[in-house]
Structures are given as structure tokens and as C-alpha cells.
């Protein structure tokens, strides 16, 4: 049983473990737990929930918008955001609360310390794992208020006009990030907190399926792409191309030890990153001379990373004619931009190849059961007319599974993950006669 409040671990504050016992608890609360971090002043104290809405959106939790009131709240926003984890029995509690804990501690680091990128205004956030628990309240977002943009729907961007613009503030944003973490900018909890390596990476990271278990996916792919040849563009549904794809999928497990050493032994490319920075994952606004600025939410997973994973984190929902023609471009900015922001002085040759590492295993990995999720939350895909019918655009899973595999699809098949192999296994074996 789910005790209703618990001791966070980050700053020692009580805290209510669900939206239904945070209305127990109200304005005392906010005022102890804003106290205990330091965004409320001694002397001030929240008077007033005037507002607590539950939000329906997304999947990772439950959400409320919050509008409060102060004794004075000078220079402080009364439109707040509040998130929690899923209800206790939920099949994909476990799974969706834990990235919640990098976001906590994300969260908090940013009332320590300046980012180069601008966050939500956090309020309070606390994590505690024993019980599986965690909350954040920040500020909320005015969407479509003022110079703020509307929000974006994920793997929608086949409606905007201006996709490359948005992806290379993202990128450079998120290489600042990294940079200036390597230059030490961000305080000296970095290392403690968002430890590399990681959980995953200690012992060697290693591809969530056995040979076996790849070899029936990529049989459901194939009946996927028999069934509804037209939602895979290019030449993706061929036999031809399913083929290779199949033979290089087979190298990624075989030689998957290597391909997770290399990645995660770059220390040159090893930085705090935002890991999924989808273009949805962002709000957006012009200022008086019309530049493009952008700011960042959805922290979950927040850590220490090779740069070249964050960066197909950020590309996986992306128009695939977008990345064709700007990949290059997009690439080249990030470096540009983690150098000028004390980043190690990596080269783009060899961000690119770190890049067709990052997709032979995030990439792959990610979308293995796209097709299994798509014909859970659509069985009528294959008579869909094309991506756009509304009745693929208006189921989000399905939507958003069935685009994030074609993207998979298309950078795989750029990374030409073959040749990609066999040029690690050459740098290792030289590395390897260097060392004996």
C-alpha cells in the first residue's frame, strides 16, 4: 500500500505521493517544500490554491495545473505545474518512474546553478525510492501567450515550415548544455548525481534481446511491411532492404560488446545531455528581431551520456526529408556549439561516426516493437490511406510509433551500419596490437 506522504531523499521534505494526497495537504505544503529549496523567502508563504486542475496528456504521469496565491510572491509565477508519478498498480509505473528521478535532481540543480538553457522555474522537487515516488512543481508554460508559441504535437512537424530552424536551436541548446558541463560550469554535483557510468553501462551495457528474440521481430516487421507497404517510404518495405536490414541487425548483436565499449569509453564525448529532446519536448518563441528561441521540458532520463545518443534522441521524431537534407548541417552546429561552450575539442568526422554507433543500437533498439505497439492501438492500419489519414494522426501511440520507426528506418540506413562495424572492428583490432 502507497503511504500518502514519504521523506524525499534530495532535500529530506515530506511530500504527498499522489494528486488526491496533495489535496490533503495544500498551501502548507507548498509553503514547507518551497521553504526547504529555497524558492519561497522565509518571510513569505503561499496562501492559496485557487486552482488545482488534474491534466490529461502524455503517458509518463499524472499532472495538475496549479494556480496559488501569496502572502506577496514578489517576482514569483502563481501558474504552476505539479507532476507525479503513475497511480500505484499501473503496469508501467515501475518502467515510467524512475527517469523521474534524473529529473528531480535536474530540477534542482537549476536553482543552483545557471543553465545556458532555459528551463521551466523550478519550485520544488524530491524523489523517493524506496517507496517509487517523486513530484515537481514548477512553473507552467503559457502556451500561445504572448511571444510563446503554441505547443507541438509529437511527430507532427510535417506542419511546420520552418522544421530546421526549431531542430538547430535545439541542437546547439543542447550542446551549450553539454559544453559548459565539461568546462565545469554546472557545479560540482554533476559527477555525484548523474553518475557515468551508470547503472547500465557498469558491468558492460548490453541489447535488451538475444539473437533470437531480434530475429522475431524483424519477422513482425516484415508481415508489417507486407500488410501496409505504404506507411514505410523509400524502398523500406522491400525485400532487398529488409534483408540488409536484417543482416546488419545480426552484426549490432554480434559485436554489440564493442559497439557499447566504444560508445561509452569516448570521454571526450561524454556530457550531461537532455536525452529525448524531441521538438514537442520544447516551447518556442521569436523575439523582437524575430530570432527563434527555445527552451527545454521533459527531463526524465536527464544524465551523463555520449553526446552522439542525445543527438539521435532529438532526431527520432524528425520529418525524414528534414534530416536527408539537414543531418550534416545539424551535426556540424552541435559540435560547433559544445567546442565554443568548453567542450573537448571533438571533430566532426568523429561525432558522425559515433552517431552511426548510437543508431545501430539506440535506434534499433527503441523502435524493435513498433510494429506490435502500432497494430495494438490501430488493428485497422494496413487499410489506413497514408501516414495522414486522421485515423493514424489522431491515435498518438500508433501515430508516433509507426513515424519514429520509418526515422529509425532512414538514419540506419544512412549510418550504413555495416561499414560502420567493420570500421570499428578495425579501430579496436589496431587498439588492441597498439596495447599487446
Given at each position: ?15 504527498p505521493t499522489t ?6 495537504v495544500?498551501?502548507d ?9 529555497g524558492?519561497l523567502?522565509?518571510?513569505?508563504r ?9 491534466f ?25 505545474f ?7 498498480g ?16 535536474f530540477?534542482?540543480?537549476s536553482?543552483?546553478?545557471p ?23 514548477t512553473?507552467?508554460?503559457g ?20 522544421q530546421?530552424?526549431r ?6 541548446a ?5 559544453g ?5 560550469k ?7 548525481k ?52 536484417a543482416r546488419?541487425t545480426?552484426?549490432?548483436?554480434e ?8 560508445l561509452?569509453?569516448?570521454?571526450d ?9 524531441n521538438i ?7 523575439d ?19 553526446i552522439?545518443?542525445?543527438?539521435w ?12 537534407a539537414?543531418r ?6 552541435f559540435?560547433?556549439?559544445?567546442r565554443?561552450?568548453g567542450?573537448?575539442p ?13 543508431i545501430?543500437v ?15 492501438h ?13 485515423r ?5 501511440l ?13 538514419e540506419?540506413?544512412s549510418a ?6 567493420g570500421e ?7 587498439s588492441?596490437?597498439?596495447a599487446?
Open positions: 500500500m502507497l503511504p500518502e506522504v514519504v521523506t524525499g531523499e534530495e532535500t529530506g521534505t515530506a511530500f494528486i488526491e494526497s496533495f489535496r490533503k495544500g498551501a505544503f507548498l509553503t514547507r517544500a518551497f521553504h526547504a529549496v524558492t523567502p522565509a518571510d513569505d503561499v496562501t492559496a490554491i485557487t486552482r488545482a486542475d488534474e490529461v496528456g502524455g503517458g509518463m504521469g499524472r499532472k495538475l495545473l496549479l494556480d496559488v496565491e501569496y502572502a506577496r510572491g514578489d517576482g514569483l509565477a502563481r501558474q504552476l505539479v507532476k507525479f508519478p503513475l497511480d500505484e499501473h503496469p508501467q509505473r515501475e518502467i515510467f518512474t524512475w527517469p523521474m528521478q534524473a529529473e528531480v535532481r530540477y534542482l540543480l536553482i543552483q546553478t543553465l545556458p538553457v532555459p528551463i521551466p522555474t523550478a519550485f520544488f522537487a524530491d524523489f523517493n525510492s524506496e517507496a517509487l515516488c517523486g513530484i515537481l512543481i512553473e507552467r508554460i502556451y500561445g501567450e504572448g511571444a510563446i508559441e503554441p505547443a507541438l504535437e509529437k511527430c507532427q512537424d510535417f506542419r511546420l515550415d520552418d530546421f530552424d531542430y538547430l536551436v535545439v541542437s546547439r543542447n550542446a551549450a548544455l553539454a559548459e558541463h565539461r568546462a565545469g554546472l557545479g560540482s554535483t554533476v559527477a555525484e548523474f553518475r557515468f557510468p551508470g547503472p547500465r553501462q557498469i558491468g558492460g551495457e548490453r541489447f535488451p534481446h538475444d539473437q533470437a528474440n531480434v530475429d522475431l521481430r524483424i519477422e513482425r516487421l516484415r508481415a508489417y511491411a507486407k500488410k501496409a507497404p505504404h506507411l514505410l517510404p523509400k524502398n523500406f518495405a522491400t525485400d532487398e532492404f529488409l534483408d540488409r536490414f546488419e545480426r552484426l549490432v548483436i559485436h554489440q560488446d564493442k559497439i557499447y565499449g566504444y561509452n569509453a569516448a570521454s564525448f561524454i556530457a550531461l545531455c537532455h536525452w529525448n529532446i514537442d519536448n520544447a516551447w518556442f518563441w521569436r523582437e528581431r524575430n530570432r527563434l528561441g527555445v527552451g527545454f521540458l521533459d527531463w526524465g532520463s536527464a544524465g551523463q551520456m555520449n552522439a545518443r542525445a543527438f534522441g532529438m532526431a527520432c521524431a524528425a520529418e525524414l526529408d528534414m534530416m536527408d539537414h550534416e548541417a545539424l551535426m556540424a552546429a559540435v560547433d556549439q559544445y565554443a561552450a567542450g573537448p571533438i571533430s566532426l568526422d568523429e561525432f558522425r561516426f559515433m552517431y552511426r554507433l548510437a545501430s539506440d535506434a534499433f533498439h527503441w523502435m524493435i516493437d513498433a510494429p506490435t505497439i502500432v497494430a495494438t490501430l488493428p485497422d492500419y494496413p487499410t489506413v490511406r497514408d501516414r495522414f489519414d486522421p493514424l494522426q489522431n491515435v498518438f500508433a501515430r508516433a510509433q509507426q513515424h519514429i520507426l520509418t526515422v529509425m528506418l532512414n540506419f540506413s550504413n551500419v555495416e561499414d560502420a562495424i570499428l572492428l578495425t579501430r579496436v583490432g589496431e588492441e596490437r597498439a599487446g
